[in-house]
């Protein structure tokens, strides 16, 4: 199975601040990544497939990056709404569809 | 509007059987571009994938899982239903359905998710 490993786990952050998130896989998924954003006592919500396309109606401030065994996930400019936690997760080898650890992002 | 909704047990005791049901609406099960996930989420932990079903009727599960779990689908009913035997207290979860989607050259995601449902294994 392909390991997805985030960094970091947690992190702080104020509003307006520049955030960047790392997920690495354990081997090569081209860009074969999703990004989904999860609020405590909710479902996750898709914000990015294969690696770098939002999803329709997620705000322009997020973006991602990379391929091969790294990506990032970025948020240009930190607003109240986007504290939350985040996934990545690879849909190049399947089964199993494997998650990462999650990077909480809290208010400073 | 798409949308996935859970039902089925908050509480179950070990060894018994688990019973989920997924009911979507605003899309169908027979729609070559889309399928269903179930995932779960241990309280304070991560997504973990079990179990897909496909438009074809094709499934694949966790490996780890795969002699616990049985995944089917009523596409009239537009239902997905998750069985997993022997339950355990480490089975403890939140349990999604998901809708899987696939784009262009064979990227796929979960678009849509359910609301989830607790579930609870206790005596």
């Known amino acids: 199975d392909i390991q997805m490993t985030q960094s970091p786990s947690s992190l702080s952050a104020s509003v307006g601040d520049r955030v960047t998130i790392t997920c690495r896989a354990s081997?090569?998924?081209?860009?074969?990544l999703n990004w989904y954003q999860q609020k405590p006592g909710k479902a996750p919500k898709s914000l990015i497939y294969?690696?770098?396309r939002l999803q329709s109606g997620v705000p322009s401030r997020f973006s991602g990056s990379g391929s091969g065994t790294d990506f990032t996930l970025t948020i240009s400019s930190l607003q109240p709404e986007d504290f939350a936690t985040y996934y990545c997760?690879?849909?190049?080898?399947?089964?199993?569809?494997?998650f990462g650890q999650g990077t909480k992002l809290e208010i400073k | 509007q798409v949308t996935l909704k859970e039902s089925g047990p908050v509480l179950v005791k070990p060894t018994e059987t688990l019973t989920l049901t997924c009911t979507v609406s605003g899309f169908s099960l027979s729609n070559t571009r889309m399928g269903v996930s179930w995932i779960r989420q241990p309280p304070g932990k991560a997504l973990e994938w079990l179990a897909a079903i496909f438009s074809n009727d094709e499934k694949s599960y966790r490996t780890s899982l795969k002699s616990r779990l049985t995944i089917s689908k009523d596409t009239f009913e537009s239902q997905v239903v998750l069985s997993m035997t022997n339950m355990d207290p480490v089975d403890t979860a939140t349990y999604y359905c998901?809708?899987?989607?696939?784009?262009?050259?064979?990227?796929?995601?979960?678009?849509?998710w359910g609301q989830g449902t607790m579930v609870t294994v206790s005596s």
């Open positions: 997760q690879q849909s190049y080898s399947t089964p199993p569809y494997t």
């Open positions: 294969a690696a770098s």
């Open positions: 081997q090569s998924i081209s860009n074969y």
């Open positions: 998901a809708r899987m989607y696939y784009y262009d050259r064979g990227y796929d995601a979960f678009d849509i």
